[in-house]
């Protein structure tokens, strides 16, 4: 069994059929105890989930609503999380991924910018991380990720009606 929020425990006693007002006073008890934290919850949640699955502060978040910790306990638990650990991460699951990759490398590159994209990381983290990882593959995926040009692929994302292609 794993820690639970207040809001999960509160369905869990509806499930069971307690009423409102005795499961309010046994969640009051707990919180009084220290028996539920939702911060402690949400900074664990967010250490766990990023290091183990790899998951951006985007994706973090929607977890911890789903689990229905408050958007103020939530935003102190992810920042611990900063730009830059982020893009580390995002790094460092590219270049897991990418030594099993096969294909051309446009298809590896959509699939890589997918899987991030997947785990809630930014376009622009996204991209860079995955050119910077073609670039140091081999020769002709170098050359690839030479003509991308991930502001560009970031500003499409922005703006879908742009007219530039960002492969040169």
């Not at 369905?11 to 969640?27: F, P």
């Not at 009084?32 to 990023?50: L, M, N, T």
């Not at 982020?86 to 590219?94: D, H, M, N, Q, S």
């Not at 270049?95 to 096969?102: G, H, T, V």
Request: net charge negative.
């Amino acid at each position: 069994m794993r820690p639970c929020t207040r809001a999960e425990l509160a369905g869990a006693l509806a499930g069971r059929g307690i009423s409102e007002e005795v499961a309010a006073q046994v969640l009051d008890r707990y919180d009084e105890v220290g028996i539920i934290d939702d911060a402690a919850f949400a900074r664990a949640w967010v250490a766990s989930r990023h290091a183990g699955r790899g998951l951006a502060r985007r994706a973090l978040a929607n977890e911890l609503r789903q689990r229905g910790v408050d958007g103020d306990v939530a935003s102190e638990a992810l920042g611990e999380l900063d730009a830059e650990i982020e893009a580390e991460t995002a790094r460092a699951l590219v270049e897991r991924k990418l030594r099993s990759a096969r294909g051309e490398p446009e298809a590896v590159f959509r699939r890589l910018v997918g899987m991030l994209a997947r785990k809630g990381y930014p376009p622009g983290v996204a991209i860079r991380a995955v050119k910077d990882a073609l670039a140091a593959q081999s020769a002709e995926a170098a050359e690839f990720a030479d003509r991308i040009d991930a502001d560009a692929l970031t500003e499409a994302e922005a703006d879908p009606d742009r007219d530039t292609h960002p492969l040169t």
